[in-house]
């Protein structure tokens, strides 16, 4: 399986911007669909936003859109997740994940997971 490390988390303001990052190793990167999780406390984990192998096809949680992008550089092994205009109510940790297979919408799916980064919105 792929390995995941994310990194880019930390404390920032309400509007304010955040870039996560999430560097495989182990595997072909560009052979899995990635998918960028969050879990508040006492939330159940979600799904914020997935992208293809190809980074063709991408997906946000209407709670995002508009504001969070989701993209992927596969000659770096890394995924990314750009958030602007942070909200407190995004404050969680958030987690890379990988599912071998083109695209996947179903967090079941995914198979590899990182170990999280703290993402904390202060208003």
């Known amino acids: 399986q792929v390995q995941l490390v994310e990194s880019g988390g930390g404390l920032v303001q309400a509007g304010g911007s955040l870039t996560l990052s999430c560097a495989a190793s182990?595997?072909?990167?560009?052979?899995?669909?990635m998918g960028w999780f969050r879990q508040a406390p006492r939330k159940e984990r979600e799904n914020v936003a997935a992208i293809s192998w190809s980074g063709g096809t991408t997906n946000y949680a209407d709670s995002v859109k508009g504001r969070f992008t989701i993209s992927r550089d596969n000659a770096k092994d890394t995924l990314y997740l750009q958030m602007n205009s942070l909200k407190p109510e995004d404050t969680a940790v958030y987690y890379c994940a990988a599912c071998h297979a083109t695209y996947c919408s179903r967090q079941y799916k995914y198979s590899s997971w990182g170990q999280g980064t703290q993402v904390t919105v202060s208003s």
């Open positions: 182990g595997r072909t990167f560009s052979s899995y669909a």
